[in-house]
């Protein structure tokens, strides 16, 4: 009988770790699913919404108004089906990450993204220089970019979690948060209302 209870005790422990662990590597696109918030997964940014709203919420975009959007940045154009699916695999809002590459690599000008494919300034971790990550397009880096944000900046226990709103992200994106938050503030009213009067 203590046999049978032990072994028994030990079944349940191990299923407890599981359940913790998954829970613990819940991304954002899977804790916004379970929050029951796919019902109103949508936004439209205005000048008064935009700091303030969940930024796991989707524009709502399609490849072609992208496509032609992004002939304004000829360095850019490609990632129009990255943007989608990164926002359909990851709830990070498409037009949040092309403000933050429109940003960080200069509408896709910098010499980062042109000899790197390297769109959002990234570094690789673990190292005492700074040392650029590269990429093999510039769609990987928009894919990465979206994984990057939605397990490290907007899932709950993720390692720069502060909570879902811009301001949020930025008070750990980048080490001069208010300047950094106005400037992607303004891009992306600028890409919304653009991309609203194609």
């Known amino acids: ?21 998954t829970v613990a590597s819940t991304s ?9 918030n796919t019902a109103q997964g949508y936004v439209i940014f205005t000048e008064n919404n935009i700091k303030t709203e969940d930024m796991r919420k989707k524009s709502e975009l399609d490849k072609e108004e992208l496509s032609e959007y992004l002939e304004k940045f000829p360095n850019l154009s490609g990632i129009e089906d990255a ?9 990070v ?27 959002g300034g990234l570094v690789s971790s673990g190292r005492t220089v700074t040392v ?15 994984q990057l944000l939605s397990e490290n ?19 750990s994106y ?6 950094w938050s106005d400037l992607v503030t303004s891009l992306i009213y600028e890409i919304q209302t653009e991309i609203s009067t194609l």
Not at 85 to 90: F, G, L
Not at 96 to 110: D, M, T, Y
Not at 153 to 171: H, S, W
């Open 174 to 179: 980048s080490t001069s948060s208010k300047t």
């Open 153 to 171: 900046y907007l899932t709950e226990g993720g390692k720069y979690y502060n909570g879902y709103t811009l301001n949020d992200i930025a008070k």
């Open 1 to 21: 009988m203590k046999r049978k209870f032990k072994t028994l005790s030990c079944l349940i422990i191990s299923a407890s770790a599981i359940i913790l662990f």
């Open 93 to 119: 809002n498409a037009i949040l990450i092309l403000a933050i590459v429109r940003l960080e690599s200069g509408n896709g000008g910098s010499r980062l993204a042109k000899s790197k494919n390297n769109l």
């Open 28 to 36: 954002a696109a899977d804790a916004y699913e379970q929050s029951g």
């Open 83 to 91: 943007l989608i699916s990164a926002q359909d695999d990851y709830s």
């Open 132 to 146: 650029y990550k590269t990429f093999d397009t510039k769609s990987d880096c928009v894919t990465y970019m979206a």
